[in-house]
């Protein structure tokens, strides 16, 4: 269909829905030089929008981040408007309502009958089908997904999502459109939760997942999470942060339109904080307590004090197996280096994937003195450990004492397949490759999406390289065997690569 060019100085924008998201999408619109027209179904909720952008943009010439000339332009561009048909010279629809299926259908829907038929209609839906909001149009071609992330102006990413009838140039319209805002446009195809929050559901739930097994308490995963993995908030953290009526709900629906893919199981813990209105930030108590916008965490034990012992280490793991030892020659532990374990031994193992019981019994050791400690991570940052349901608790005090010896916190968990961060990671770089596999996004997109819409340290497919995809297809395939759970079965692009040696961002050849 054609449009008119995305970056035409009298480009027009429209944005219904005068919320949030409507505002930050009108203020970086206007700040991209189109003329945007503001409505809301609320009376005087889109001039109220015009003065809050007005004072959004204010403040950043004052902080030097725009002049005032140019703040000025943009205030000037922004034109409330009181009835739908207002909108009937809009060159783009950005519509930003309430996240309902019926409301967003009949909307567009309407839009029909007000707007030229050249105009491109787009969706800031973060989960719903865009296929299934087109299918209410006359004209489903020019309907498309243009799903900024909150808040609007700082996040610089924005999905383009192609429905299945979408036309291509109505694609190449909000590419270009999106770059105009000073976005960066990621193209996606339509799917449950499309790129980012499809794989933004490995980090969130199955912490909760681990929580509900009584693995480690919420504050344990956060600590672990930002300082081991190197996250910039833990997931507690940020489901706090983006509040449970909102995540949960959005769970449910990706899990429900997925057909109940196992990877994107809800939490149960999670609906029940949910009910019991432990939303997070907004409500003052989540899963942390909060007082006038600060966090109360709950103050960590000091580490015990280390005062010798007989470590023997495992060394199914060579490379871990040395790092160990000088961890526990630093500590001034002595190392038992005979093949048989000595009977007054520490026995350390460094399993990936598998529990601390499965890891001791396959090799044959007194499970009484095991204890596994997670080897992702080189032992950096932080160092968690585990033993197996009969490992005595003298032996778990002394290891930990002895991890923490050199001042890196060392976290005591349960015995669980896969510790926390191995878990965690494995399901966000499990999900990314499920997205691959179904070509919703190309492995460089999915890398810059995540990292730009959800700021984690790398993207999955490029920290799978960094830890190895082998290590990685080990951590799957050794969780799936332990619990039998079909969200942990290892997607076979992941699993081509591994077994390949080859990047996670290689691309499928496909014969021309």
């Known amino acids: 269909m054609p449009c008119k060019p995305a970056d035409a100085p009298d480009l027009i924008v429209a944005v219904i829905g005068a919320g949030a998201m409507g505002r930050g999408i009108a203020q970086v619109a206007a700040t991209g030089g189109a003329q945007v027209l503001l409505y809301d179904a609320r009376a005087g909720a889109a001039l109220e929008a015009r003065d809050f952008i007005a004072g959004m943009l204010t403040r950043a010439a004052e902080k030097g981040r725009m002049t005032g000339s140019e703040a000025e332009a943009a205030i000037a561009r922004l034109l409330p408007v009181s009835d739908l048909p207002d909108l009937a010279r809009a060159d783009v629809i ?12 009949a909307l567009f829907s309407a839009l029909g009958a007000v707007v030229a038929p050249e105009c491109v209609l787009a969706s800031n839906t973060s989960s719903l089908s865009i296929t299934r909001i087109a299918a209410a149009c006359q004209h489903p071609e020019r309907v498309a997904g ?31 459109l999106g770059e105009r805002m000073g976005r960066t446009p990621v193209r996606v195809a339509d799917a449950p939760g499309f790129l980012v929050n499809q794989v933004g559901r490995g980090y969130t739930l199955e912490a909760t997942h681990l929580v509900a097994e009584g693995v480690a308490d919420f504050a344990c995963v956060d600590r672990i999470m930002r300082q081991a993995a190197g996250f910039r908030m833990g997931p507690f953290e940020l489901l706090d942060l983006t509040a449970l009526d909102v995540t949960h709900p959005a769970t449910v629906e990706i899990y429900e339109q997925c057909f109940h893919e196992p990877r994107f199981r809800p939490a149960t813990l999670m609906g029940q904080r949910m009910q019991a209105g432990l939303l997070g930030r907004k409500t003052n108590a989540g899963h942390y307590r909060y007082e006038q916008g600060q966090k109360i965490a709950p103050t960590e034990p000091p580490m015990p004090e280390f005062s010798g ?3 023997w280490i495992d060394r199914t793991l060579p490379e871990s197996a040395d790092q160990l030892a000088q961890i526990v020659a630093q500590a001034g532990g002595d190392i038992d280096r005979a093949e048989s374990p000595d009977a007054s031994s520490i026995l350390l193992i460094a399993p990936l994937g598998t529990d601390a019981t499965s890891h001791a019994v396959a090799l044959g050791l007194d499970a009484t003195r095991v204890v596994a400690v997670d080897p992702l991570f080189a032992f950096r ?21 002895m991890l923490a010896h050199d001042g890196t916190p060392a976290t005591v968990l349960r015995d669980s397949p896969g510790f926390v961060a191995q878990r965690i990671l494995a399901c966000i770089i499990n999900i990314a490759a499920q997205v691959a596999t179904r070509g919703i996004a190309a492995p460089a997109d999915i890398d810059r999406a995540v990292t730009l819409g959800l700021n984690y340290p790398q993207g999955p497919l490029a920290w799978a390289d960094a830890l190895g995809p082998g290590r990685i297809l080990a951590i799957l395939d050794g969780m799936h065997r332990c619990t039998g759970d079909p969200r942990y079965r290892p997607d076979p692009w992941l699993r081509r690569r591994a077994q390949l040696g080859v990047s996670m961002l290689t691309e499928d050849t496909i014969p021309a």
Do not use: W, Y
């Open 94 to 105: 950005c519509e930003a309502i309430i996240e309902d299926m019926d409301a967003k259908a």
């Open 146 to 176: 243009f799903h900024f992330f909150n808040p609007v102006p700082l996040m610089p990413l924005v999905e383009v999502i192609a429905g299945i009838r979408t036309a291509p140039d109505v694609l190449d319209f909000l590419t270009i």
């Open 309 to 311: 012992g007989r470590f």
């Open 381 to 401: 940052g932080r160092r968690s450990l585990m033993g197996t349901p009969i490992t005595r608790p003298e032996i778990l005090t002394t290891a930990q004492a």
